[in-house]
């Protein structure tokens, strides 16, 4: 196992150091990647996380990203839903409904990204749930917003990106756009929605009141671009990208990815003169930084191009790192996953899954010297915990029978690894519903 801060353990031992959010229990009705990514980080902290999906499975669940399908479960689903347990039920039956207003009852959290108008279609939306347990803190994540002129536009990440505007705060004039190589809007959405709830549990914590938790994509996006919509709109300096690809237009020459012998470096805003001892380009000897690496730009990186092509991007890094010139270099997933530094940090953990083998994943981006984040167990499969969790609620076992003889539960066997490998089913799912549709 990678080292990490605790042990982790998805067969749901656990270690004697305390989570931080244990006692809190979190409704997971979201599907996708901004709502889950939201609920298992806090998973991670130690909540009890019941994701609420369709009989037939959350929509992730038949959408792996890649055509990284997994045994029983795709990549993506199990990359978003660790230290979650599932209860499979149908909201459209009056039955599933009653199973989820007694879920409300012993939750903290409630979280959905249905479009907006869904969730009080199906009867799940705050007013009602507010009702059932005034303390609850209900989270709500939209595309655009809960209304406006946009509301019922597609939240998608790449349209989110493009509306963004940053999109063309990088790269060349003349050239299209090019999007991040992360899914961005879902990532920053999901921290936007993670801080939020944290703050209502404060808050509740100081209270005693729940409230309405509303986070949307475009606002999140937005948001995310403080410094650089505030140079435009404060002070009045708009996008002009140059004809050479530059990698932020607000920031001065040379800043940017170049071509070595061997490779790629990237290269951040050195001082000009001392970047022309270190490359011997005579005409950068003479500038001055503060304004010619403006005035200049597409000739500065154009010189700059020149010269890093004839030597390996090991020589230059050495040579720019003597200079004390910011300069590193550019990684593909590999080499990130080889890196010396990934490696001491413990950045990535493994765990065994008891359907997917051994898993390797990004692990917490923050530790708590007190109350460690871990993983208790892996990604579930659908309707996994379901008898679990409605006889949690008092329900007797001829009763769960019969809502899973009528479809409005779903239940799966206990996973395990004998169970992947009899089925034989690797990468075939059940067609989604249309319960839920991404926000």
Known sequence: MT???TP??????????????????????????????AAQRLGDLGADVIKVEPTRGEWQRHAAAGGATGNRINVSFLSLNRNKRSIGVDLKADEGRE????LVKTADVFL?????????????????LRAINPSIVYVSISGYGEDGPYRNRPGQDLLLQAMSGAML????????PTPAGQYLVDAVTASTAFEGVLAALFHRERTGQGQLVSVNMLDAITTL??????VFTVGGVGQHRSEQPHAHVYIRAPYGTFSTTDGYLALAMPDL??????????????????????????????????????????????ALGAAGIWAGPVYGYQDLVDDEQIKHNGTFIEYEHPTEGLVKTPGFPYKLSE???????????????TREILTELGLPADRVDALLDAGVVAAEPEATGQAAAESGAAGQVAEPTAVAEPA
């Not at 199973?99 to 007694?102: D, F, G, K, N, T």
């Not at 109350?371 to 915990?385: F, M, N, S, V």
């Open 371 to 385: 109350t460690p984040a871990r993983i208790d167990r892996g990604a579930p499969l659908t309707g996994e915990h």
């Open 225 to 230: 671009q403080m410094q650089e919509l505030s």
């Open 8 to 37: 982790a353990s998805p067969s749901g031992a656990t270690s004697a150091a305390p989570e931080v959010l244990s006692g809190i229990r979190v409704l997971d009705c979201s599907i996708a990647m901004a709502g889950p990514f």
């Open 273 to 318: 003169h001392t970047l022309g001892e270190v490359l011997e380009e005579e005409w950068f000897l003479g500038m001055d930084t503060e304004v010619d690496s403006w005035t200049h730009r597409d000739e500065i990186y154009a010189k700059t191009a020149e010269r890093l092509a004839t030597r390996s991007t090991a020589e230059w890094l050495e």
């Open 3 to 5: 080292d990490t801060t």
């Open 169 to 176: 705060s990088s790269g060349s004039a003349g050239h299209p």
């Open 99 to 102: 199973i989820l207003y007694e």
């Open 112 to 128: 959905q990204n249905y479009r907006p108008g869904v969730a009080a279609r199906l009867g799940v939306d705050y007013e009602t």
